[in-house]
T-cell receptor
Framework: EAGVVQSPRYKIIEKKQPVAFWCNPI?????LYWYRQNLGQGPELLIR????????DSQLPKDRFSAERLKGVDSTLKIQPAELGDSAVYLC???????????FGPGTRLTVT | QKEVEQDPGPLSVPEGAIVSLNCTYS??????FMWYRQYSRKGPELLMY????GNKEDGRFTAQVDKSSKYISLFIRDSQPSDSATYLC???????????FGTGTSLTVIP
């Protein structure tokens, strides 16, 4: 079974530029999560989707971050404009509905210069 | 106060040692407890998942939950160099809801 796929794996951009991350969850997983992980820290939830509905986006900085999950499958996370403090690893995870185990992708390492 | 506290280490042990990793938490409503292993430049990988209090064993790994003390542990027996990674604890109140992660403990097993 294929795992969670994320792209790109690495991204280096200058501040004030836009950037987008893509995630393809495990087939059949209705719940999708985006996390941000700073160096030496645990992942912090940005947004959670149940199918195509964002059910928890309370930690998403909405002035510059946006996300979408069209058709309840793939998801895109966007930052516009990026700031130096956005440098982190952005992780996507998915889980089957009503089960707790989350399966993580490899992450996208963002460096903002 | 953070929801979940975890000693960041680093922890260094000789091969074959028993490793004990721990987390404490403040929210008594947490019911689901997980341990993830994260290798460098990889996403977290689920190791153990337990519900409520008690022990769970899987091969060389044993997870313990003590809800009365708000304390969870992961034991690794006969540690191997391949166990060298960061170990993250995570907790949840409701199925599929937000996870609260610890900061992770960095473990190195020396051959």
């Amino acid at each position: 079974e294929a795992g969670v796929v994320q792209s790109p794996r690495y991204k280096i951009i200058e501040k004030k530029q836009p950037v987008a991350f893509w995630c393809n969850p495990i087939s059949g997983h209705n719940t999708l999560y985006w996390y941000r992980q700073n160096l030496g820290q645990g992942p912090e939830l940005l947004i959670r989707y149940e199918n195509e509905e964002a059910v928890d986006d309370s930690q998403l900085p909405k002035d510059r971050f946006s996300a979408e999950r069209l058709k309840g499958v793939d998801s895109t996370l966007k930052i516009q404009p990026a700031e130096l403090g956005d440098s982190a690893v952005y992780l996507c995870a998915s889980s089957p509905r009503q089960l707790d185990e989350q399966y993580f992708g490899p992450g996208t390492r963002l460096t903002v210069t | 106060q953070k929801e979940v506290e975890q000693d960041p280490g680093p922890l260094s042990v000789p091969e074959g040692a028993i490793v004990s990793l721990n987390c404490t938490y403040s929210n008594s409503a947490f019911q689901y407890f997980m341990w993830y292993r994260q290798y460098s430049r990889k996403g977290p990988e689920l190791l153990m998942y337990t519900y409520s209090s008690g022990n769970k064993e899987d091969g060389r790994f044993t997870a313990q939950v003590d809800k009365s003390s708000k304390y969870i542990s992961l034991f690794i027996r006969d540690s191997q160099p391949s166990d060298s990674a960061t170990y993250l604890c995570a907790m949840d109140q409701y199925t599929g809801n937000q996870f609260y992660f610890g900061t992770g403990t960095s473990l190195t097993v020396i051959p």
